[in-house]
T-cell receptor
Framework: AQSVTQLGSHVSVSEGALVLLRCNYS??????LFWYVQYPNQGLQLLLK??????LVKGINGFEAEFKKSETSFHLTKPSAHMSDAAEYFC???????????FGRGTSLIVHP | NAGVTQTPKFQVLKTGQSMTLQCAQD?????MSWYRQDPGMGLRLIHY???????DQGEVPNGYNVSRSTTEDFPLRLLSAAPSQTSVYFC?????????????FGNGTRLTVT
């Protein structure tokens, strides 16, 4: 069974600073990887998804994620945080045998002025 | 361009009452699912369906029933509400034509059971 670990339930950064949200997964087969964002009082929406063969995936709002197979990681980054980036971020993984994703527990991004 | 629509947005129930949370999607998605979101617990899958007439249990199915009579609708029923079912509930759908198809979420139903 696959699992997803998001290190840090809360990450705090200053506006303009680098954002790094960590995601590690365990999967016995090549995974399908996703990052979702949840703004307050809203549902989750897709930020980006891994495409087979790519190592760097670009998403919306300036976010990127790097796939590292050797480290089984799919960390999310953004060079410069905006106040509007404050939200909950979820990493999710599914393998080739199921279309039901496994979600991490989420990381709350706090952006200070 | 409705996507996934959930009703109601808020609901307060007394212990023992029953209710149905509605979910409808207009994207012709085969897969539909229900999650509950609780602080520190992330998203937990309650029930899911891969097409009309087909449903299955997720991680936390106890106390909830579902049915899928049409492709568009996937209601979640609480037969006898308990305080432990106080949570935010999300419906999500996707196509199953590709394994990397993302989920589309509704905006949630916030349920309080007193």
């Amino acid at each position: 069974a696959q699992s997803v670990t998001q290190l840090g339930s809360h990450v705090s950064v200053s506006e303009g600073a680098l954002v790094l949200l960590r995601c590690n997964y365990s999967s016995s087969v090549p995974p399908y990887l996703f990052w979702y964002v949840q703004y307050p009082n809203q549902g989750l929406q897709l930020l980006l998804k891994y495409t087979t063969g790519a190592t760097l995936v670009k998403g919306i709002n300036g976010f990127e994620a790097e796939f590292k197979k050797s480290e089984t990681s799919f960390h999310l980054t953004k060079p410069s945080a905006h106040m509007s980036d404050a939200a909950e971020y979820f990493c999710a993984v599914s393998d080739g045998g199921s279309y039901i994703p496994t979600f991490g527990r989420g990381t709350s991004l706090i952006v200070h002025p | 361009n409705a996507g996934v629509t959930q009703t109601p947005k808020f609901q307060v129930l007394k212990t023992g009452q029953s209710m149905t949370l509605q979910c409808a999607q207009d994207m012709n998605h085969e897969y539909m699912s229900w999650y509950r979101q609780d602080p520190g617990m992330g998203l937990r899958l309650i029930h899911y369906s891969v097409g009309a007439g087909i449903t299955d249990q997720g991680e936390v199915p106890n106390g909830y029933n579902v049915s899928r009579s049409t492709t568009e609708d996937f209601p979640l029923r609480l037969l006898s509400a308990a305080p432990s079912q106080t949570s935010v509930y999300f419906c999500a759908s996707s196509t199953i034509q590709g394994r990397n198809s993302p989920l589309h979420f509704g905006n949630g139903t916030r349920l309080t059971v007193t």
